[in-house]
């Protein structure tokens, strides 16, 4: 029986040592002598340079890589000069035993831009590379022209990891697991698997970069970031950022607290919120299109890109459609608080449009309808008279739209132009919302009918 007891502690003895070794280990890159790599605060890191245009920074999170912004980048490039890159510690970049965390980030973010000469660009940054996007932004205003954050926590609490893969962060025995994983593909789907609403959605890169890191890189990046976040005090630097800022959070987040917007709203001067439907932590991958459209009307400021939609089927009259929408409802969070922020919703894979004015041809023919049956649609709504609600017109996403950088078949052939850059950063024009009184009541029939 002792001699049982006496293997089994060698063997955890054993186990132990190979874990604490394994977190130790450091890679760098084999060669780095193209174009793609920078030796940026001590370390080679790779990068990504494409379009043209105005300059937007992409800045990947945890347990990622710069190649999870391959669809945004391709549709970025038709309008901007677009720059990525791998954070020290994951993807292709070099991976040392230490400088991990917010602040690191901000500051290889720093350099970055200084190596490349930006100013007043826009800056991208998905999960904790969103808090170090914060960071640069309120410790170098004359870099960030705008903020996007995505999926970004606001405080240490907001942050959540699946079991399997908490089991890869622990201190001592962390590494050992990790390294599992690295080299077990199943294991790691099981641990990206919570990133996303659907399966179907979480692409091989996805998975992939997930075993490209390390085990120092994986833990002290999560366990320095948590420190910096705690008790609110990046929250209370993002007081002092004055660019405009938009915030997008998947409503199925299991990895980051979608609430963490709210805090984001109410740090931040000059913001917007956007909630998207059926998406987890990872929208840039799970709604392309919509997350796409959403970016590029943030950073041009044209609402075309989020109008171009095809419209929805007419449904039976008799019945109500489920997306319809009247003029009187409003979303729970107005704009017409200046306390509180805009926040722009879809609603069952379709966009509100409270913020447009109905258009004219509202209850024109549609094509292929009989002209009385339009006649009689123009009849029962002036029968309702001023005090029932009018119908709004909905716009939904082309189902055809593709997630690879291509432009929907919708979009105006002229947003695509290569832009000036002072028109790319105008704030986002918004038309007036109508008020009840303001909307004209149906001319009352003469004769009475």
Not at 324 to 353: H, L
Request: hydrophobic share 35%; net charge negative.
């Amino acid at each position: 029986m002792s001699a049982v007891i006496i293997v089994l502690v060698l063997l955890v003895g054993v186990l132990l040592a190979a874990s604490v070794a394994l977190g130790r280990r450091t890679e760098e890159v084999d060669s780095a002598r193209d174009t793609e790599y920078l030796e940026l605060e001590g370390g080679w890191i790779r990068y990504r340079v494409s379009g043209g245009g105005p300059p937007v920074l992409l800045v990947h999170g945890w347990l990622s890589s710069g190649r999870v912004w391959e669809r945004l980048a391709n549709r970025l490039a038709q309008r901007f000069t677009v720059y990525s890159l791998d954070l020290s510690g994951f993807g292709e970049s070099d991976k040392p035993i230490s400088g991990y965390g917010v602040r690191y980030g901000s500051r290889l973010l720093y350099a970055f831009c200084a190596h490349f000469g930006l100013t007043r660009a826009a800056v991208i940054g998905h999960d904790i590379g969103g808090a170090m996007a914060v960071k640069l932004a309120a410790d170098h205003p004359d870099v960030v022209g705008r903020l996007v954050l995505v999926a970004t926590p606001a405080d240490e609490d907001q942050m959540d990891l699946p079991t399997l893969l908490w089991l890869a962060t622990l201190p001592v025995v962390g590494p050992l697991f990790y390294f599992m994983g690295r080299y077990m593909r199943p294991l790691r789907g099981l641990w990206m698997r919570p990133f996303v609403s659907d399966p179907d959605e979480l692409t091989e890169e996805a998975i992939d970069d997930a075993g490209r890191a390390t085990p120092a890189s994986v833990t002290k990046t999560l366990s320095v970031a948590r420190r910096e976040l705690s008790r609110g005090r990046l929250v209370r630097q993002a007081g002092i950022i004055k660019v405009p800022v938009l915030v997008v959070v998947g409503e199925e987040d299991q990895i980051v607290d979608p609430q963490a917007a709210s805090d984001w709203a109410r740090a931040l001067p000059t913001v917007e919120v956007v909630l998207i439907e059926d998406s987890g932590h990872l929208p840039m991958l799970e709604r392309t299109g919509e997350f796409n459209a959403q970016i590029l009307a943030f950073l041009t400021g044209d609402h075309r890109y989020l109008e171009a939609m095809v419209e929805e089927p007419l449904q039976d009259e008799d019945e109500p459609a489920e997306d319809t929408r009247y003029e009187d409802e409003v979303p729970e969070t107005s704009a017409e608080d200046p306390t509180t922020p805009n926040v722009i919703r879809k609603r069952q894979g379709r966009y509100d449009t409270h913020e447009e004015t109905p258009p004219e041809d509202e209850y024109e023919a549609r094509d292929g309808e009989p002209e009385e049956a339009d006649d009689a649609r123009r009849e029962a709504v002036s029968s309702n008279g001023s005090e029932d609600r009018p119908r709004v017109r909905r716009r939904r996403k082309d189902p055809t739209e593709g997630g690879e950088g291509q432009p929907s078949s919708e979009v105006p052939e002229d947003l695509f132009q290569w832009p000036e850059a002072w028109k790319e950063f105008r704030p986002r024009e918004r038309s007036h919302r109508p008020e009840r009184d303001d909307l004209e009541s149906p001319e009352e029939d003469p004769e009475g009918r």
